[in-house]
């Protein structure tokens, strides 16, 4: 662990805001781009097939959505949806897969297996690399999977008069809601697939950072730039959560929420917690430690709080178990932490060369188990420098009680033995 040079598993012509793991098909779904500004970058939403080639994951470009003069800054995937944030508004795209055309070729036999392989092979290398960083659909191979995209709604997520942005947007767990936050504080629920609005009520004074939603849909957790991390039932205020409670040392409004997010417990099925980062409100010359916190779930009580490093935390990520909890920071490290004791198990420092925007672990699906290998965990990490990256936790050894016990047995029967060596008539 420590500061070293990360590979890129993936890097694109424009800057990376957010990243998701199609569950079911195990695509890479990635977006960003220079939004309305003339400067010739582009606005569009990549996606990337994910590969296992022995130990090392590889990435190739399958598609490239172009979404015009707007960055797409955070997105939610909700079975072939996409609900992504650009601006103030959501724009809600279905994607879809279609049989890749040289199959077709295959059958007139102008397009064998082996012609494929010599096209693949004169394309490969540094060219096939060029043209998934140009993000130019039209030099993929024939052979590679072909990918719609098609947008088919969209609602107003933010208001503000002065620059209207969203900036966090979920899918409820079981699909019925759209749920969205930006910077006029106000959180808005959308029944879905209707969007016919459901709730707008103000949640906090000033931007809202992140939100999150129970997996019975009970209670919405919101964190605002006021300093506050609020339990909703509905648009009704349920409570506030307060961090430091029990730590005096801590002075009142010198640390803000930044992150929430809801997580299993691993063998506990109807276990849930709430996972918070507290990052300081102030930049000071000596920087202070950010925290991490864990909650109870149902009745919302804290549970553990850790200091996670004087970094400045940008982003926080839940594996689908709940094993794991990833973080990213502002000067681009990033990190993976034990949720159970909060305790740091993997960590690379600057990894990106600039803030870490978004995070997401490959997901315990079939899909996603088989592209792991022989790793725990896999999170890919993308940022503002144009880079994906992936971060692997091998598999810890452990041994099997019996063995644990077979060994103890030996132990207990080798100091006996000794004793009556040493002592004899001990027994």
């Not at 944030?85 to 036999?109: I, T, V, W």
């Not at 990520?317 to 159970?340: E, K, N, Q, R």
């Amino acid at each position: 662990m420590g500061k070293r040079r990360m590979p890129d598993l993936y890097r694109a012509p424009f800057p990376l805001y957010t990243i998701k793991v199609d569950p079911k098909t195990g695509w890479v779904i990635t977006a960003g781009g220079g939004g309305g500004s003339k400067t010739g970058i582009k606005n569009a939403v990549h996606f990337l097939g994910l590969e296992l080639v022995g130990d090392q994951h590889c990435a190739t470009l399958v598609h490239s959505h172009d979404t015009d003069t707007r960055a797409t800054m955070n997105l939610a995937i909700g079975g072939d949806v996409i609900a992504a944030g650009q601006d103030g508004r959501c724009s809600l795209m279905r994607f879809r897969q279609h049989q890749p055309r040289g199959k077709a070729a295959a059958k007139d036999g102008g397009g064998s297996e082996k012609g494929a392989a010599r096209r693949r092979a004169g394309k490969g290398g540094k060219g096939s690399e060029g043209a998934a960083a140009r993000g130019n659909v039209s030099e993929m191979n024939d052979n590679t999977t072909q990918i719609s995209v098609d947008t088919f709604g969209e609602v107003q997520s933010d208001l503000n008069p002065q620059d209207p942005l969203q900036k966090c947007v979920r899918f409820s767990p079981d699909l019925s809601l759209l749920l969205t936050g930006g910077t006029d504080g106000h959180i808005r629920v959308w029944e879905y697939p209707s969007l016919k609005e459901k709730l707008d009520f103000k949640a906090h004074e000033g931007e809202i950072e992140d939100l999150d939603i129970s997996p019975n849909n009970k209670h919405l957790v919101t964190v605002g730039r006021d300093f506050a991390c609020s339990i909703w039932s509905g648009n009704q205020l349920a409570m506030s959560l307060c961090w430091h409670e029990k730590m005096p040392q801590i002075a009142a409004k010198s640390y803000r929420y930044m992150s929430c997010r809801f997580g299993k417990v691993e063998d506990q099925k109807d276990t849930l917690r709430l996972y918070t980062v507290q990052i300081p409100h102030k930049r000071d010359r000596k920087p202070p430690q950010c925290y991490l916190s864990k909650w109870d779930g149902q009745n919302f009580l804290p549970m553990l709080t850790n200091p996670c490093g004087t970094e400045v935390i940008s982003t926080l990520a839940v594996s689908d178990s709940g094993t794991f909890l990833g973080l990213g920071t502002v000067t681009g490290s990033v990190a993976i932490y034990v949720a159970f004791s909060l305790q740091k198990l993997y960590y690379v420092q600057e990894s990106h060369g600039i803030v870490v925007t978004d995070l997401a672990f490959l997901p315990d699906t079939p899909k996603g188990q088989s592209l792991k290998g022989n790793n725990e965990a896999a999170m890919l990490s993308v940022a503002v420098d144009s880079r994906c990256q992936m971060h692997t936790v091998r598999n810890r050894r452990s041994f099997p009680i019996w063995l644990v016990l077979f060994f103890c047995g030996l132990m207990v029967v080798g100091a006996v033995l000794l004793l009556r060596h040493l002592f004899p008539g001990f027994i």
